[in-house]
């Protein structure tokens, strides 16, 4: 340890002189997206400026050179910012996602695209789905699973119908917090608002530490944030960014239940996204209804030792008691180890469709 005293003031002066470069740097970095959009917008008056690939290879470059003492997904948040800023000035994105405002879907949509995205909140999945394929977004945010509460049949079913693509996924962390106004009674809280998946994932919670309040099921986290202001008796189960729109206090903070509690966020739109890497593919197998039809659908993955992530079925529409299957493996379909697999998966079954090959989430 140096014998030389620290100089706070010397300190602050080297700061400031890194904020000048910083500064420096960024502006540089903003002038060269500006002329990237130029470049782009001169070959082809309708490109696509947000590429997922080339984002999740700029981010995952960020992790492994970072030298510390923040930590890795810390900087790549940083980096993630700065690029959804330089971003909007090539050209805004417009994200669509299941609302209201103040949504986990809403957090993970910001968490993905960057505070520079334009979001709009949709009412219902279908919604965020009818918009995307409208072209009046360039992408949706849409929940897939729960660590907890398992998968949400409602986004799965409508890729069924659907030509759009996932372009992309991202996992948030969900922290579940009791919330109150101002003016609410702290020891009279009879009545609790919350999602009923929520519910579910803060059960424990609620019945040792609020064992008689009544638990009122509403559409949202946020519709509960949003009931809690007008009501002096009530509280609401909802995140941070409900607490933040609404202006409540927290009584209680991470009342989850599980402490690993996560959702998977699907990214969609309508683009083929190229190889990035580090790749996840997602399709739906129809399968004809006979003996021995799983085995004959997943052996031809387990012979090419490609990894599978996620299986779940759903009834079909085609018939009584038939089924098709979701699946994710990490891979992508322009690999040519994947599309064989592909190929003898299509013979096997009565119909495939490639939801869409997207970089792994990084953060």
Known sequence: MSDTPINLEELRERID????DILRLISERASCAQQVAEVKTE???????????????VLRRIMELNPGPLNSEEMARLFREIMSAC???????????????????QQAALKHFGESAVSLPMAAIDEVFREVEAGAVNYGVVP???????????????????SIRICGEVVLRIHHHLLVADTTLRDKIS?????????????????????RAERVPVS??????????????????????????????????????????????????????????ADKTSVVVAMRNQPG???ELLEPFHRHQIDLTRLETRPSRSGVWNYVFFIDFKGHVDEPKVAAVLEEVRLRASELKVLGSYPIGVL
């Open 144 to 162: 897939v699973e729960n660590s907890t509460e398992g998968v949400i049949s409602h986004t799965l079913d409508s890729f069924m119908d659907s």
């Open 293 to 295: 039809a799983l085995h």
């Open 220 to 277: 949202s986290n946020a519709e509960a944030a949003r009931l809690v202001k007008g009501e002096w008796h009530s509280a609401a189960i909802a995140g941070d960014m409900a607490a933040k729109l609404y202006g409540l206090e927290r009584v209680a903070e991470k009342i989850e239940d599980r402490p690993d509690n996560s959702t998977r966020f699907l990214i969609i739109g309508t683009q083929h996204v190229p190889m990035s890497g």
């Open 191 to 211: 009545r609790v608002y919350s999602h009923p998946q929520s519910f579910a994932q803060c059960r424990k919670w609620l019945d040792a530490h609020f064992p």
């Open 87 to 105: 971003l909007a000035l090539e050209q805004p994105v417009k994200v669509a996602y299941l609302g209201p405002e103040g949504t986990f879907t």
């Open 43 to 57: 070959r082809d008056p309708g490109a696509v400026f947000y590429r997922p690939e080339r984002e999740a290879q």
């Open 17 to 20: 002189s890194l904020d000048n």
